[in-house]
């Protein structure tokens, strides 16, 4: 069983920048594919960026590209997403993911585990 904690979150203007952090316990989630997903109120939880255990192959939502950075140190079996010029529709619960047979990174229902969330919110 393996156990993700996010933390990071918080208040931010636009523009601005966070660093999330999910930390994992329990199982071998070093081996996992780790993934970030965001859910706005009232709608569906979506992609946002995801790496393969090894860090070789990450993979990033058109909406966050070149704005957010994925990144993992199986050491401290922990990985970050760096977000900057951080927008208003941004704001979203974000949520650590991770699995041992994700084929496809987008897919929600391939991951096996998932952390309790934490709240990012970008003003205007």
């Known amino acids: 069983q393996v156990q993700l904690v996010e933390s990071g979150g918080g208040l931010v203007q636009a523009g601005g920048s966070l660093r999330l952090s999910c930390a994992a316990s329990?199982?071998?989630?070093?081996?996992?594919?780790m993934g970030w997903f965001r859910q706005a109120p009232g709608k569906e939880r979506e992609f946002v960026a995801a790496?393969?255990?090894?860090?070789?192959?990450?993979y990033y939502a058109d909406s966050v590209k070149g704005r957010f950075t994925l990144s993992r140190d199986n050491a401290k079996n922990t990985v970050y997403l760096q977000m900057n010029s951080l927008k208003p529709e941004d704001t979203a619960v974000y949520y650590c993911?991770?699995?041992?047979?994700?084929?496809?990174?987008?897919?929600?229902?391939?991951?096996?585990?998932w952390g309790q969330g934490t709240q990012v919110t970008v003003s205007s």
């Open positions: 329990g199982g071998t989630s070093s081996r996992y594919t």
């Open positions: 790496t393969s255990w090894s860090g070789y192959n990450t």
């Open positions: 993911a991770t699995g041992k047979l994700v084929l496809m990174f987008t897919a929600r229902d391939q991951y096996d585990y």
